[in-house]
């Protein structure tokens, strides 16, 4: 059997898999079935212990292409899937060539976005969904790349402390440019666009979808929100000189959106005004994920990482006024992990924690606590707030750790509740995917 392989440590050697066949032919032990979006390439998905890994065949220098591009973006800190590997110089064993395949981490409490609206009402969906692929597309144009094929299908939703984080899933269509310019950053909104409006069509032929809602107006949000957000972070202000201090806002409001300013430039055109001047290069999300690994290790994604920084600044107060002295950062943040964060999540059964991240379950228990302290107003005990959580909330949601299209085919009865009309997964699925066909096909 001859091949090439390229993998990152850490990982398996994948050298027990059938590289001198075609994907679409494999009939392997390791072989599992998961919901997919619509790929233009073979897609199949393989486990070794409790690890995922999808294998995408495709020509060897497209293959090649993304590899490369993946592991930039992730040096970048742009959230997107974890490449592993790539195997190229495939043949048969009769000689033939064979395509190459990339092999990718799947990543463990995603959801595709047609499981997102089988979950939730359109309602909650709207805002999160379109500021997780607006913030998405700034943060790769802000590092130059070009997608090229930007779409619900190739984006995969995580639950962030209440709203969503968008993650890059296909990048072999993409360009990396020193910077974009407009036109090209134009082009990329409006593909993301048309697409998204496609896919929300879909949605609508499958029943999944309210008939109230307007894809195509939904999706033109997308323009406005962009628009906002990237003159926020790279549109030069001008001030006087007794408004210094909108010096200071900006970059407060910059902060706040996760982002960064490690140097910006202050130029005065004329007697009495200066120009304060970001540049694209020097903004970086991930403020509040890098504070909070400091202090306590955790890897958590932005909002939630705002959200714990919060409780532990709150647990700092409390507990410097019951010891009646200051303590260190470092200090109040390993007692915080110790005396609140583990002690909760320790609380959930272990059969109900793949349904949730860990920094999403605390989160939660922490806004159904504030929530039921104000009904019955008196603060409740933050670990029977757990313990309620546990029973009354975490026992209905759908497992998220990972998606597995065969569950839902079993009928899961706690999914069965949970949708907004209360119809199974199964023809919901299945509806879902024959709209999709059709997209493709036509």
Known sequence: ????????????????????????????????????????????????????????????????REWRFLRYLAEEEVPCVRVVGVVSRRET????????????????YSVP???????????????PMLDALVHLLVRLHLNGFLWGDCSLSNTLFRRDAGALAAYLVDAETGELHEELSRGQRQMDVDLA???SAGELLDLQAAGVLSPEVDPVELTEELQTRYERLWAELTTDEVFADDERYRIHERLRRINELGYDVEEL???????????????????????????????????????????????????GAWLQQAEGRALPESVIAHRWLERSFEPTLEIVPEELRGRREPAEVFHEVLEHWHRWSAEEGSDLDLFAAARRYADEVLTVLPDERVVAPTEAEE???????????????TDRIR???VAEDAHRDG
Not at 95 to 106: D, M, Q, R, S
Not at 118 to 125: P, Y
Not at 288 to 305: E, K, M
């Open 431 to 433: 509806a879902i995917q």
């Open 265 to 315: 430039e202050l130029v005065q055109d004329e007697p009495g005004l200066t120009r304060m001047k970001l540049k694209t290069h020097v903004l970086e999300p991930g403020r509040y994920r890098r504070i909070l690994r400091q202090l306590t290790g955790l890897d958590v994604q932005d909002n939630q990482a705002r959200r714990l920084l919060n409780d532990i600044h709150n647990f």
């Open 193 to 195: 666009m048309e697409k």
């Open 411 to 425: 009928g899961d009865e706690d999914l069965a509740g949970y949708l907004p009309d209360h119809l199974a997964d």
């Open 113 to 127: 976005y047609r499981l997102l609206f089988l979950r939730q009402e359109h309602r909650t969906l709207r805002e």
């Open 1 to 64: 059997m001859r091949f090439q392989l390229t993998t990152r440590t850490g990982h398996p050697d994948f050298l027990d898999l059938p590289w001198n066949e075609p994907l679409a032919d494999w009939e392997h032990e390791r072989l599992i079935e998961m919901p997919m979006g619509i790929h233009r390439h073979v897609v199949r998905t393989v486990r070794y212990d409790h690890r995922l890994y999808h294998l995408k065949e495709m020509p060897r220098r497209y293959a090649l």
């Open 93 to 108: 064993p009769d000689g033939e060539p064979l395509e190459a395949a990339l092999i990718t981490e799947h990543l463990e």
